[in-house]
């Protein structure tokens, strides 16, 4: 059972675009979002995560927007730039069931210059 | 700090065979979470270890078992290796497995399997 369903599953942006990356999920337990950033040979690397209790979070040029209610959350790069193509994972996870991660399944992203 | 390290970086095993990973993590955690990453998916959790036991497992067959050592160091074993094994396994660390709070994990670069 895919409990967390990334879309698209590849996105072409311009230098300079907006990268929007969605993510819906069943478990209404899961209580911490992280996004990685994963680079060819690289482990996956934390970008920015949110708790259902914030609808919105920012750090520099990536934001996390979530609606607890439809069971969503979606990533936007904004300024998107050729350093930014990468594969990112969306995540879910509950804490008192010590974090263990349930990925969603990649969006790959190329920014062309 | 060098981070989440991994030995070896590339394996090439054969079906039927057994094959040992080892992960050490970063400096100040005590938590070892292992997950598979198929080509082309997200990674899947197989366990994790703390203070030296398996806290959780995930949908993994016991083919699959792992160790942790004092020096929070960890193993994952892989015994009768079949084709669909072929996969980037990769270690996480972080601090404490209590569900305190949301502890941040760090990947470290996987170990690239291919069972022929």
């Known amino acids: 059972q895919q409990q967390v369903k990334q879309s698209p599953q590849s996105l072409i942006v311009q230098k300079g675009g907006i990268s929007i990356i969605n993510c819906a999920y069943e478990?209404?337990?899961?209580?911490?979002f992280p996004w990685y950033q994963q680079f060819p040979g690289k482990g996956p690397a934390l970008l920015i995560a949110i708790r259902p209790d914030v609808s919105e979070k920012k750090e520099g040029r990536f934001t996390i927007s979530f609606n607890k209610s439809a069971k969503q959350f979606s990533l936007h790069i904004m300024d998107s730039q050729p350093g930014d193509s990468a594969t990112y994972f969306c995540a879910a996870s509950i804490k008192a069931a010590g974090n263990k991660l349930t990925f969603g399944g990649g969006t790959r992203v190329l920014v062309k210059p | 700090d060098a981070g989440v390290t991994q030995s070896p970086t590339h394996l090439i095993k054969t079906r039927g065979q057994q094959v040992t990973l080892r992960c050490s993590p970063k400096s100040g955690h005590d938590t070892v979470s292992w997950y598979q990453q198929a080509l082309g998916q997200g990674p899947q959790f197989i366990f994790q270890y703390y203070e030296e036991e398996e806290r959780q497992r995930g949908n993994f067959p016991d083919r699959f078992s792992g160790h942790q050592f004092p020096n929070y160091s960890s193993e994952l074993n892989v015994n009768a290796l079949l084709l669909g094994d072929s996969a980037l396994y990769l270690c996480?660390?972080?601090?404490?497995?209590?569900?305190?709070?949301?502890?941040?994990?760090?990947f470290g670069p996987g170990t690239r399997l291919t069972v022929l």
């Open positions: 478990n209404t337990a899961f209580d911490y």
């Open positions: 996480a660390s972080s601090w404490g497995a209590t569900g305190k709070g949301y502890n941040e994990q760090f």
